[in-house]
């Protein structure tokens, strides 16, 4: 039940219709109650006057000569008869069905039941269509020659004063209820209110703030009810500053790495067009002006992929066979090792094997596979005397649950010092004059998280030099259907 209806969810008024639903309901639960307690209370004096009356009458009956005799003074008579509102009825029978005084018409009592001497019972009856309100009881004679004699004494009253001392008691009662019912309502009306002031205290406050203020909300002036809502806002509010200070600096550093080769271009162009420039310089430009481009190129390549992986989480999911996934890398990467002089190769799981299967995004876990390949040639020097070596690896294991997948080679390895740097967008290991972006590994950081897990950095060759890298990410395999 609503009380107020609305096109919009309100607070103020779901509480109050919690509140003044039952409130209102219980309303006419009182008004039937207390009908009930004031009946039985307006009954209470009437019914003992009439047991007090049977009880009378029934010691003026007597018993003379083997008769039964019923005498009731005049007085007496003239005070039964006397109220001038209700009608007063009284009967003294036998057993026998002989009328001893009063009424013969009286409606008799239940047939059968016999009452204990003393004992008075009081019942509803009708006598001409009116409702009589009735106490009668039962005395017994023994004569002499041992016969036992019963006469059933009734005396009746219509219940008309009865009624009017209940009303009178209802409307002392329900009156002052009907009085205090308004008084009620704008007391929650008011209480409520005041309730939630607080809540648009903290909507005031959300309100003013400029755009640009992210600081957390002051969790010690809002009630403790609405306390883990502001803790869930300033958890929201955290996350939202760190996205944006990720963003702005995403951004820069991506206009930072874009300026160079871009600049690059410019300058080789220019150069292309001076005034006197061989044959010779016009190519050199012209190849200056190619690796610029493809620098350009697969650094806005990168920032898609890592963007892509950033929403990886909308993508749809399935049965991805970890080792046939890695071979296709593998193969597809094959041409620019040899151009490197680099020895690279596959060892591990066949993609028939059992255990190699993971819930997963094709797409995403290729280019994460991608990546660490990339990275690996750009940073693995290979020179006759040393050829370098990457090794792509998958080792599945049913019985403890682990499938994994390793890209070790070896270069000259990370220092201690910079293996929690190189998972940040942009940073590349100092020293090093190879080609690259610094986009690699946060995409293939973000797309192991996407997928549950993490990515491990470790020397490939512990205690040699150079030591190598081996990067080392653990899946979740598909339990066996």
Request: proline share 7%.
């Given at each position: ?7 919009q969810?309100?607070l103020?008024?779901?509480i ?22 004031a ?6 004096p009437?019914?003992r ?16 000569q083997r ?13 039964l ?8 009825y ?11 005084g ?7 009592p ?5 009452l ?21 009881t ?35 009662v ?27 205290e ?44 990720t ?6 550093d ?37 690796r ?30 970890l ?10 990467a094959?041409p ?9 190769g ?26 660490l ?6 940073y ?5 005397e ?6 792509a ?5 049913r019985?403890?649950?682990l ?69 080392t ?9």
């Amino acid at each position: 039940m609503r009380l107020f209806q609305r096109g919009q969810r309100s607070l103020f008024g779901e509480i109050l219709d919690w509140m003044l639903t039952p409130f209102l309901l219980l309303v006419p639960m009182s008004i039937g109650l207390t009908w009930l307690v004031a009946q039985s209370i307006a009954a209470g004096p009437f019914d003992r006057a009439l047991e007090s009356n049977a009880l009378t009458l029934a010691r003026l009956v007597t018993l003379e000569q083997r008769n039964l005799r019923f005498h009731l003074p005049q007085p007496m008579l003239d005070m039964l008869r006397m109220d001038e509102t209700d009608h007063v009825y009284y009967q003294v029978m036998a057993a026998n069905s002989q009328l001893l005084g009063g009424q013969a018409d009286l409606p008799p009592p239940p047939a059968g039941e016999i009452l204990a001497p003393g004992e008075v019972q009081v019942r509803d009856d009708k006598i001409h269509g009116m409702r009589i309100r009735v106490a009668w009881t039962q005395v017994r004679f023994t004569t002499p020659e041992g016969a036992l004699l019963t006469v059933q004494v009734q005396v009746a009253e219509t219940r008309e004063k009865q009624q009017a001392f209940a009303t009178e008691i209802i409307k002392g009662v329900l009156l002052p209820q009907f009085a205090i019912l308004p008084l009620a309502v704008l007391l929650i009306w008011l209480a409520l209110v005041r309730g939630i002031k607080p809540l648009s205290e903290l909507e005031d406050r959300i309100r003013e703030r400029r755009p640009d203020d992210l600081s957390p909300l002051d969790e010690s002036t809002v009630p403790a009810e609405v306390t883990p809502l502001v803790m869930s806002i300033n958890s929201l509010l955290a996350k939202l500053k760190e996205s944006l200070a990720t963003q702005k600096r995403f951004l820069a550093d991506a206009a930072h790495q874009l300026k160079t080769p871009l600049a690059g271009l410019r300058m080789q162009a220019d150069l292309a067009q001076r005034e006197g420039a061989n044959a010779e310089e016009l190519k050199q430009s012209l190849k200056q002006i190619g690796r610029s481009s493809m620098r350009a190129t697969h650094t806005v390549n990168q920032l898609l992929a890592l963007a892509r992986a950033e929403g990886g989480s909308v993508l749809a999911k399935q049965p991805c066979n970890l080792a046939r996934l890695t071979i296709e890398v593998v193969r597809e990467a094959v041409p620019r090792a040899i151009d490197k002089r680099i020895d690279l190769g596959y060892d591990g799981a066949e993609p028939g094997s059992p255990g190699v299967l993971l819930d997963g995004n094709p797409t995403l876990l290729k280019e994460l596979i991608r990546n660490l390949l990339d990275n690996a040639i750009n940073y693995t020097p290979s020179w006759p005397e040393r050829p370098g070596v990457i090794t792509a690896r998958v080792t599945a294991d049913r019985a403890r649950q682990l499938l994994m997948l390793q890209i070790e080679d070896n270069g000259p390895g990370i220092p201690e010092a910079e293996r929690e740097l190189i998972f940040e967008p942009f940073y590349r290991v100092l020293g090093n004059e190879a080609d690259g972006s610094g986009l690699g590994l946060p995409i293939v950081l973000e797309i192991a998280r996407q997928h549950g897990t993490s990515v491990q950095h470790e020397d490939a060759h512990p205690g040699q030099q150079p030591p190598g890298s081996r990067f080392t990410v653990r899946f979740q395999p598909m339990a066996a259907a």
